[in-house]
């Protein structure tokens, strides 16, 4: 057999392994959420913005209410890719779809990297099996969102770089990589910053600064469109995640607080200490000149992220950069068999990932599904199947996507000006202001949310409370106010009419007049 046959044969096993890995995560985490829920649904209600302004993007609009603009998608290019079928419950599974194809490549590109890191066959297996649970490819698919293509843009990239380090030449995959990954969030930044660091110790100065250039250029085009439509550059849910759940905005000087903050999230810890290590090996003499190219992308990426990242919100915001930084990081530690140490500290920390992520999927992120069907599910029905008017809420998503009437979004992902009042000025009863210039009688909220902002002549006439066991949401209550007075009984009514209709484990409670 033939070393060309050999190698052939260990990149199909691998690629074999990576994705079989994959597919046996992504069916067990579907599978115990569908026992859960007893119906498919996604763990986060954040999907139906997406599908929401897809579906004015059909149409000839962008935003989630017909005929107004807004900037309330995370991703500049994922609500494009879900435009098809806009208007039909087939819409809907479309992100399950876009997720599916892009772990499944993903898993293909991480066996490919270890294929080709140099490494013998017993490190490349070991690697080849613990990346896609490491970096959670199964979870971030099952999310629905655009974290995925996020994490494949990486890959991409990681792959590019080490075919310009072996074979001297610029792959398709790195230019798709470097200039579309930040189209898909603007994180893709970091990633792109450190492939063109990369690039520019490597002696490709011109590429690298094209390629960088390139995907500024595409940034600063979507932040052209969104103040041609008369709105902030920045999406309102990039400004709102920057201030975390607080109610002030961000500022430069929070970055020392924010990143200690950072480090009560353990995957932070395994960031920060890989990136240290990538810091020492540069240190270190003797390391290959090539080498030291991909360390100097590894820190740049890993500190930039844990200085303006954000890490979990179900376990998915940190994975493009933990996948590029780990993955850099990796591709060093094989290709030099005197760092040996390094490679079994390399290998913990991809245990610890891979082991941290099933734990926490498995035992509270596969509830998701069901909190959303039991909470979101029954918000959504009671607005579109019974009140069937505009109604203002404070998390935007399920209650949006096809709704023909208005949604008031109080949290701001949906308006700026709920995002401006909420972050600069939260007076008393700055909610209540809103939703009486938009003429909404109905307001559905999570009370700590909103706080001070609640009217003071609003009526609660109902509460919705999820009764199945710890789950990532924003309360296990949520409040239904009548934010006008003569609008009560009406809506009481309504509840009373929609209580016995419930689904998922949820119960509606309705609060008569003088109760509470």
């Given at each position: 057999?033939?070393?060309?046959t050999?190698l052939s044969r260990?990149s199909?096993q ?5 994705v079989?890995?994959?597919v046996?995560a992504?069916a067990l ?8 829920a007893?119906?498919?649904?996604y763990?986060?209600?954040d ?9 004015q993007i ?5 935003g989630?209410n017909?005929g107004?603009f807004?900037?309330?998608a995370s991703?500049?290019i994922y609500?494009?890719l879900?435009?098809a079928?806009a208007?039909t419950?087939?819409?809907?599974w479309?992100?399950?779809f876009?997720?599916?194809?892009a ?12 294929s ?6 017993g490190w ?9 649970l490491?970096f959670n ?11 995925s ?19 001297g ?7 798709a ?6 189209m ?6 970091a990633?792109t ?16 600064i094209g390629l960088?250039?390139?995907?500024s250029?595409?940034?600063?085009g979507?932040m ?7 709105l902030?550059?920045l999406?309102n849910?990039?400004?709102?995640k920057l ?10 000087a929070?970055?020392?607080?924010k990143l ?12 920060l200490i ?9 240190a270190?003499p003797?390391?290959d000149?090539r080498l030291?190219t991909l360390l100097?992308g590894?820190a740049?990426t890993g500190?930039g992220?844990l200085?303006?990242?954000q890490f979990?919100?179900?376990e ?8 590029f930084?780990?993955?850099l990081?990796?591709m060093?530690?094989?290709r030099?068999?005197?760092?040996h140490?390094?490679?079994l500290?390399?290998?913990v920390g ?6 941290a992520y099933?734990h926490?999927?498995l035992?509270?992120g596969t509830n998701g599904?069901?909190?959303i069907?039991?909470?979101h599910?029954n918000?959504s029905?009671f607005?579109?199947e019974?009140?069937?008017k505009?109604v203002a809420?404070?998390?935007l998503?399920?209650v949006v996507w096809?709704?023909d009437?208005?949604?008031l979004?109080l ?18 009863g ?5 939703v009486s210039d938009?003429g909404?009688?109905?307001a559905i909220v999570y009370?700590?949310?909103i706080?001070?902002?609640i009217g003071?002549?609003?009526?609660k006439v ?12 924003g309360?296990?209550d949520v409040s239904f106010y009548a934010t006008?007075p003569?609008?009560a ?6 509840l009373t009419?929609y209580?016995?209709?419930?689904q998922?484990?949820?119960v509606l409670t309705?609060?008569d007049?003088?109760?509470g």
């Amino acid at each position: 057999m033939t070393k060309a046959t050999t190698l052939s044969r260990t990149s199909g096993q691998l690629t074999l392994m990576s994705v079989l890995i994959s597919v046996v995560a992504f069916a067990l985490y579907q599978g115990v959420a569908l026992v859960r829920a007893g119906v498919f649904e996604y763990p986060l209600d954040d999907v139906y913005i997406h599908l929401a302004v897809a579906e004015q993007i059909a149409a000839g609009g962008y935003g989630v209410n017909p005929g107004e603009f807004t900037s309330a998608a995370s991703s500049p290019i994922y609500p494009f890719l879900l435009t098809a079928f806009a208007g039909t419950a087939a819409q809907a599974w479309l992100p399950l779809f876009w997720n599916t194809v892009a772990m499944l490549l993903g898993a293909v590109l991480w066996a490919r990297i270890v294929s080709k890191s140099g490494a013998s066959r017993g490190w490349m297996l070991t690697f080849a099996a613990l990346g896609p649970l490491a970096f959670n490819f199964a979870g971030a698919a099952m999310v629905g969102m655009e974290h995925s293509l996020h994490v494949l843009a990486s890959l991409a990239v990681l792959r590019g770089l080490q075919i310009q380090m072996d074979e001297g030449r610029i792959s398709w995959l790195l230019v798709a990589g470097m200039v579309l990954g930040p189209m898909i969030r603007f994180e893709g930044l970091a990633v792109t910053g450190g492939g063109a660091l990369v690039l520019l110790l490597m002696g490709r100065t011109a590429i690298a600064i094209g390629l960088f250039a390139a995907a500024s250029a595409l940034v600063a085009g979507f932040m052209y469109f969104l103040t041609s439509l008369g709105l902030e550059p920045l999406p309102n849910s990039v400004m709102a995640k920057l201030s975390g759940s607080g109610h002030d905005r961000f500022s430069p000087a929070d970055l020392p607080i924010k990143l200690l903050v950072q480090l009560f999230s353990s995957k932070a810890v395994v960031l920060l200490i890989t990136v240290l290590c990538a810091v020492a090996l540069l240190a270190r003499p003797g390391i290959d000149r090539r080498l030291r190219t991909l360390l100097v992308g590894a820190a740049f990426t890993g500190f930039g992220h844990l200085l303006l990242g954000q890490f979990g919100w179900f376990e998915r915001y940190e994975l493009y950069a933990m996948t590029f930084v780990l993955g850099l990081v990796m591709m060093v530690v094989l290709r030099d068999e005197t760092l040996h140490t390094m490679r079994l500290l390399l290998l913990v920390g991809f245990g610890f990932l891979g082991a941290a992520y099933g734990h926490w999927l498995l035992f509270n992120g596969t509830n998701g599904p069901n909190a959303i069907y039991s909470q979101h599910g029954n918000m959504s029905r009671f607005v579109k199947e019974v009140y069937q008017k505009p109604v203002a809420v404070n998390d935007l998503g399920y209650v949006v996507w096809a709704n023909d009437n208005q949604v008031l979004d109080l949290w701001g992902l949906a308006s700026y000006e709920a995002l401006k009042i909420r972050l600069d000025d939260p007076y008393p009863g700055w909610a209540a202001d809103l939703v009486s210039d938009a003429g909404v009688e109905l307001a559905i909220v999570y009370d700590r949310w909103i706080d001070e902002g609640i009217g003071a002549d609003w009526i609660k006439v109902g509460t919705l409370t999820f009764t199945g066991g710890p789950a990532f949401l924003g309360g296990y209550d949520v409040s239904f106010y009548a934010t006008v007075p003569t609008a009560a009984d009406g809506i009481r009514r309504q509840l009373t009419e929609y209580a016995p209709r419930v689904q998922g484990d949820a119960v509606l409670t309705v609060i008569d007049e003088g109760a509470g």
